[in-house]
């Protein structure tokens, strides 16, 4: 609140530092020797004695002791800020007591990117700007299912040939340390062809229940297709089930046959692309390569150029 003056001085109080919206009480020590006095705001007279000058509802006479003659500033902004003196009268000689009102602003975001959704391999650029006072600082943390870290500091991140793993949520966080950080999310997403991740090869004897599944990792999600060598596979076609979940899809013979044995094709297809992967299903004793079936193709090249046509055709 600053140091008060006794009358008859002429003395400069310590700078009073407030917050934006908060309340300053701007104090001036006076004794039985002063005749008059008076509060001002660089030329415009605040208080004179008990007398309000100001049209600001703001500002009010305290009842404070007899020897302090203070106001109060309610709800301060920036407008205030600046410096106010107490004029005091005493023996027909004026003195005057100092003061200067600092207003800081909490830190806070006025414009920030919006989410962003582009294809793996574009360039990104986020923005995000913050005003306060003191100047606030900003940084910029990125969040992903694998863990948080921080990227850069300052009002801009500058992303060239960005991958599917810098796909996630970006935190402007701006602080200047007059409140808590003010925080706004930028959520990015990166579209990539699809890839399979996982697909195993399934030994089942006659009369069983044998499975095939296939898991594609896509952004958009990937569509699904099964084949038997050039023979697309429809669900439903000789109790044959064909279920989609999210990245995965499953295909599942309820009473398996020995035509039903052999090499089987899993076809991911997204807008930006198709790949595919061999899963064989084999009867007890048959000779195969699991690991090396499970990720090699055997789509014909027309055969995956069509689908992919068919694909993007359907999109419009």
């Known amino acids: 609140m600053g140091v008060p003056a006794r009358s008859g001085d002429s003395y400069l109080k310590d700078n009073i530092t407030v917050r934006q919206g908060d309340s300053a009480v701007l104090k001036c020590s006076v004794d039985n020797k002063v005749s008059r006095v008076a509060w001002l705001n660089r030329t415009t007279i605040l208080f004179?004695?008990?007398?309000?000058?100001?049209?600001?509802?703001r500002v009010v006479l305290l009842n404070t002791a007899v020897n302090e003659y203070s106001i109060k500033i309610l709800n301060v902004n920036l407008y205030d800020e600046g410096p106010y003196v107490c004029s005091i009268l005493t023996n027909k000689k004026p003195e005057s007591t100092k003061v200067h009102l600092i207003v800081q602003v909490p830190a806070r975001i006025v414009n920030v990117s919006?989410?962003?959704?582009?294809?793996?391999?574009?360039?990104?650029?986020?923005?995000?700007?913050?005003?306060?006072?003191?100047?606030?600082?900003?940084?910029?943390?990125?969040?992903?299912?694998?863990?948080?870290?921080?990227?850069?500091?300052?009002?801009?991140?500058?992303?060239?040939?960005?991958?599917?793993?810098?796909?996630?949520?970006?935190?402007?966080?701006?602080?200047?340390?007059?409140?808590?950080?003010?925080?706004?999310?930028?959520?990015?997403?990166?579209?990539?062809?699809?890839?399979?991740?996982r697909a195993r090869s399934t030994g089942t004897a006659v009369g069983q229940k044998g499975v095939l599944w296939c898991e594609a990792s896509a952004v958009p999600l990937a569509d699904f297709q099964w084949f038997k060598g050039e023979r697309r596979i429809l669900n439903g076609f000789n109790g044959v089930k064909i279920e989609n979940k999210g990245k995965?899809?499953?295909?599942?013979?309820?009473?398996?046959?020995?035509?039903?044995?052999?090499?089987?094709t899993c076809v991911a297809i997204n807008t930006l692309g198709i790949t595919n992967a061999s899963i064989i299903l084999y009867g007890p004793g048959a000779i195969h390569d699991v690991n090396n079936a499970a990720l090699s193709p055997t789509c014909s090249l027309l055969l995956l150029t069509l689908l992919l046509t068919l694909s993007l055709l359907s999109k419009f």
């Open 48 to 57: 004179t004695g008990n007398e309000k000058w100001s049209l600001d509802p």
């Open 114 to 197: 919006t989410d962003v959704s582009v294809n793996e391999g574009s360039n990104v650029s986020l923005m995000c700007l913050a005003i306060g006072r003191p100047e606030p600082s900003i940084l910029w943390k990125f969040r992903s299912s694998k863990g948080n870290r921080i990227v850069t500091e300052g009002e801009y991140v500058e992303m060239t040939g960005i991958t599917k793993d810098m796909s996630g949520s970006y935190d402007c966080i701006t602080s200047n340390d007059i409140s808590p950080p003010d925080v706004r999310t930028v959520q990015v997403t990166v579209n990539y062809p699809p890839v399979i991740s």
């Open 248 to 264: 995965q899809s499953m295909l599942t013979f309820f009473n398996v046959s020995e035509e039903d044995y052999g090499n089987y």
